[in-house]
């Protein structure tokens, strides 16, 4: 089995025992992004020296047994939303060419004192809108799987990465399925922490009340590791919780049995792939096979989850790419003999189709006679949202359903219907509405290609998310199939 | 003016204060804006870097409650930001965090006086926003090739006071914002200082028919950068608006701009054109719980305020409710009153000398009452030697105005008192004598070492002499006679 191939637990394990240094597997993984990066086009940069430079302060710290962490030695991947100090960090988008910012985000500080390797900023839909990767502003990201298909979005670019050996682990942005939607179709491990879980600080916003940063790795085991290394209250995000971290691996191995474990019917959607329910049916069976309960539930109000946050996150998007307007940084378009022409200028040249609409639909639903009949509704149907889960869970420990409704789709195919592509993150937008925590795990291949099963847990009860899918994975095979580019575990 | 009858004045005012923190209003930059380098305190937040988030200083919102208590106001027990949404180079965010519809505080009243009438104006909010940055042309605005933004003052917290259109003339608004920036300054939020910007203030100005309960069409004035500014501008205001409704025509809702070197007001910009903020609530923060322990806390903490302290003059000190309200107009002249008085001067005596001489002096120079050199003890001083003949009045006159314009005022005091003073030994010999008569006891005392009965002894003379010998040759005569 070659560096690149292996889960972050198994390469800690390596470099305590001095079998490998970092800088070997830093290495190794720079190989593969080498050999495979112009077929996935999953980085927009990659950071060698500053990989290489970590990855040897990482062999000193593993020679002399100095706070050595799980994480310390381990290559990892960014996605461009994090701001990483004195590196571009660009969202994806053009209007931020030429940024680097002079500070990094609390999770990436969090990451540079575990002493890990970061590998480089990984591509995304601008400002990360879009589930395909094709609404970035530099390239689409290819899916290692098949190269011809997406990778899902916004995180593709991480996604990709991991999928194809490009990065051992990565962080991604989840504010609709930004995280788990791309793991289900690249058959990743992508989790997405309860809201406030994960300090925002340092992330390039999209909707500040959706927003949330989390894992995509190998295996759940994986995603355990990284979470905990970026889990916890920042004083520099008040709407980072204090609630205490647990140890997200001492409750991993305890099994289902005797969990109860919801199915809300209403995830079984229109338009679902017979392929991709019928996958899903055949893990719920399984888990009640190890000992769960399973039951029907309802969510009532998930049809409108969709609706509500195309109003939520618009309004809030529109309100945070206001910055963007090219007199302290990034791209300026020049030439305006005025004020308003230079805003205008820069902001159209700057920002992509998806972005402006977006902007577009923001600004309407704030506006002036509109706010009480969009903003204030979806407002209203968030807290519907909200107690549908909490009455859930008076039921049940977890949910459990499809990530996305489909596997990867061919580049393009949806480029022209925006609600089409919308249609993508239908059943993985719930959870960021409603406060809760959601992770995606592989649940077997159609044609070739992955689908996610997604296990959603209460607020904060990361561990309880993590559980089941522990549980799930270690009774099958899934996970361990790789994509082409990856390559056999040999 | 003739106004006043055919037309009812409407004035409705909203004050920015910027509230005096160490940091700013979401991050730790400093709030000193005036002094520091361009551009020198500034951080990724109140730079609005893409990733950066506010946190909210505690400080800004106990000093918002504060004045809101100050000013009879309620204060709800939630609250929260909300982003007011706008483009401007001056605003790094695109949108400035204020409070749009749960303010920290609302309904309260502000009493004030004018010309010794009382007064009450409704306040409709307090609530909290972060200031903006500042730009600055090259030359006239539309000539510049360029403009620099500062934004070492974006971010510095900020409070607005939304008053009711409760107030019917200029001379009622300049006594509304008197009134309130001592307050301000009571309570050590604000400084109080307009002309460089850290208290601003924007009036709604409009007319209505007298006896009408409608309001009439409102124009906004902005740019009044002083109490005299402030009823000029309104004064001017009103004699335009009068000029067009006498003439038939239609005012517009709309901002003006006064121009104090010319003494108008200039259209800015019309309804039609008024800007569409897209309030929502701030989603990078938090709601907050105001806890009842937390205002109970700064209710208690809140110093005697002018109103009550004007109450205090009138029944303690006997003066009139003019002077009173003179006197209390500012902290720190209402301190030095009563320091003065404390020091055994007459109340009335030393209004007088402050709101007089004191104060013609300092206004002549533009000066605080806190920034003279003359201090309370120099002119409870100055009152014991006009009390006691030493000086004359006039003399007196002539002395304080000495004292005011030296930086130390303690040499032309002493010479004051020079001028007057006994020093000769022919003149003191039968003071001497008088008090060794009148007092056999302290002389026995002092004969007998007891060297405290001396000090009694120079006491009785000074007596005798109103304060007019000096003590030193007193002190030799008298050890030379009894010994």
């Given at each position: 089995m070659r560096l690149f191939q292996r889960t972050i637990r198994d390469l800690h394990q390596m470099l305590i025992d001095r079998e490998i240094s970092s800088v070997e597997l830093t290495e190794s993984v720079m190989d593969q992004i080498q050999n495979v990066g112009d077929r996935t086009k999953a980085y927009l940069l990659v950071t060698n020296e500053l990989a290489l430079r970590q990855a040897r302060a990482a062999d000193d710290r593993l020679r002399s047994k100095r706070d050595v962490r799980p994480l310390t030695g381990i290559p990892i991947a960014l996605k461009d939303v994090l701001c990483v100090k004195d590196v571009a960090s660009t969202a994806g988008s053009k209007i931020l060419k030429g940024f680097t910012p002079p500070y990094s985000a609390t999770v990436v500080e969090r990451l540079e004192a575990e002493g890990a390797v970061f590998l480089g900023k990984t591509n995304c839909d601008e400002f990360a809108m879009g589930s395909s990767n094709e609404n970035s502003g530099y390239w689409p990201v290819h899916n290692p799987w098949a190269l011809d298909r997406v990778p899902g979005g916004s995180s593709g670019g991480s996604a990709a990465a991991v999928a194809s050996g490009e990065a051992i682990c990565a962080l991604g942005s989840d504010t609709g399925g930004s995280i788990r939607q791309p793991a289900a179709l690249t058959g990743i491990v992508g989790f997405k922490p309860t809201y406030g879980r994960v300090s925002r600080y340092g992330l390039i916003a999209f909707a500040s009340s959706l927003d949330q940063i989390g894992p995509m790795t190998r295996d759940v085991a994986d995603s355990a590791v990284l979470l905990q290394a970026i889990a916890g209250h920042d004083p520099r995000d008040s709407t980072s919780s204090s609630n205490p971290v647990p140890d997200y691996l001492a409750s991993l191995r305890e099994g289902v049995k005797g969990m109860r474990l919801g199915v809300p019917k209403e995830y079984f959607v229109a338009?679902?792939?017979?392929?991709?329910?019928?996958?899903?049916?055949?893990?719920?069976?399984?888990?009640?096979?190890?000992?769960?309960?399973i039951e029907e539930v309802s969510l009532p109000h998930s049809d409108v989850a969709l609706p509500a946050y195309y109003i939520i996150a618009p309004a809030e998007a529109s309100s945070n790419l206001a910055r963007y307007d090219g007199t302290r940084y990034g791209f300026q378009a020049g030439g305006g003999h005025n004020l308003i022409e230079e805003y205008m200028a820069t902001r159209q040249q700057g920002f992509g189709a998806e972005v402006k609409r977006r902007i577009m639909l923001g600004t309407y639903a704030l506006s002036s006679g509109y706010y009480d009949a969009y903003y204030l509704q979806a407002q209203k149907v968030r807290t519907l949202i909200i107690e549908d889960f909490q009455q859930a869970f008076t039921k049940v420990d977890a949910l459990l359903g499809a990530t996305s409704p489909t596997v990867a789709f061919p580049l393009g195919a949806k480029t022209q219907d925006p609600v089409a592509m919308y249609l993508n993150d239908i059943i993985t937008i719930p959870a960021n509405l409603g406060n809760v925590c959601g992770i995606s795990v592989p649940c077997g291949l159609a044609d070739g290609l992955p689908i996610g099963l997604q296990v959603i847990a209460p607020g904060f009860r990361e561990d309880t998310a993590l559980r089941v899918a522990y549980a799930f994975e270690t009774a099958t095979e899934f996970h361990k199939a790789s994509s082409p580019l990856m390559g056999a575990a040999a | 003016m003739s106004v006043a009858t055919r037309y009812e004045v409407v004035v409705g005012l909203e004050v920015h204060a910027q509230v005096l923190t160490e940091s700013k209003m979401f991050c730790g930059c400093s709030t000193d804006y005036l002094t520091a380098p361009p551009n020198a305190n500034t951080c990724p937040v109140c730079l609005g870097l893409p990733g950066s988030l506010p946190v909210i200083n505690r400080r800004a919102v106990e000093a918002t409650i504060r004045t809101a208590l100050a000013l009879n106001c309620e204060i709800p027990e939630f609250s929260k930001f909300d982003r007011k949404n706008y483009f401007y180079p001056d605003l790094p965010k695109g949108y400035q965090i204020s409070q749009y519809d749960l303010p920290f505080s609302r309904h309260g009243h502000l009493d004030f006086d004018v010309k010794g009438e009382p007064h009450r104006c409704g306040i409709t909010r307090v609530h909290l926003e972060e200031d903006t940055g500042k730009l600055l042309h090259e030359g006239a605005i539309h000539e510049s090739q360029a403009s620099l933004v500062n934004f070492n003052r974006a971010g510095v917290p900020l409070m607005e006071i939304v008053s009711e259109p409760d107030l019917r003339s200029a001379d009622?608004?300049?006594?509304?914002?008197?009134?309130?920036?001592?307050?301000?300054?009571?309570?050590?939020?604000?400084?109080?200082?307009?002309?460089?910007?850290?208290?601003?203030?924007?009036?709604?100005?409009?007319l209505r028919p007298a006896g009408q309960s409608e309001l009439g069409t409102k124009v906004e004035i902005k740019n009044m950068n002083s109490f005299r500014a402030i009823h000029r501008a309104i004064e001017y205001e009103v004699e335009r608006q009068t000029e067009v409704l006498d003439g038939g025509g239609r005012l517009t809702q709309e901002t003006r701009g006064w121009n104090d070197a010319r003494g108008l007001t200039i259209s800015q910009r019309t309804k039609e054109f008024a800007e569409d903020y897209r309030y929502f609530p701030e989603p990078d923060l938090p709601p907050l719980d105001v806890s009842r322990m937390w205002v109970d806390e700064i209710r208690a903490s809140l110093p005697e305020l002018p109103a009550a302290r004007r109450e205090r003059f009138i029944t303690t000190y006997g003066l009139t409710p003019y002077d009173a309200s003179l006197l209390t107009s500012t902290r720190p002249m209402a301190q030095f009153f009563e320091e003065t008085v404390r020091l055994g001067a007459p109340a009335k005596t030393s209004a007088n000398w402050i709101l007089g001489d004191f104060s013609r002096l300092l206004n002549a120079d533009l000066r605080e009452i806190q920034d003279a050199s003359v201090k309370p003890a120099h002119l409870q001083e100055l009152i014991a030697l006009i009390d006691s003949g030493v000086i004359s009045g006039k003399m007196a006159k002539q002395t304080f105005e000495a004292m005011y314009r030296a930086s130390d005022p303690a040499p032309a005091l002493a010479e004051a008192k020079g001028l007057s003073q006994i020093s000769g030994d022919a003149e003191l010999a039968g003071l001497v004598d008088q008090v060794i008569a009148e007092n056999a006891k302290s002389v026995a005392d002092f004969k007998a070492g007891k060297a405290q009965a001396l000090k009694f002894l120079i006491g009785q003379a000074m007596k005798l002499s109103k304060g007019r010998a000096n003590p030193q040759r007193l002190d030799a005569l008298l050890r030379e006679k009894i010994s």
């Open positions: 338009g679902m792939e017979p392929a991709v329910e019928q996958s899903i049916r055949d893990a719920i069976r399984l888990l009640e096979q190890q000992g769960a309960a | 009622e608004a300049r006594e509304y914002v008197m009134r309130l920036r001592a307050i301000l300054q009571y309570i050590g939020v604000n400084n109080g200082d307009m002309e460089s910007g850290q208290l601003r203030c924007d009036a709604n100005v409009s």
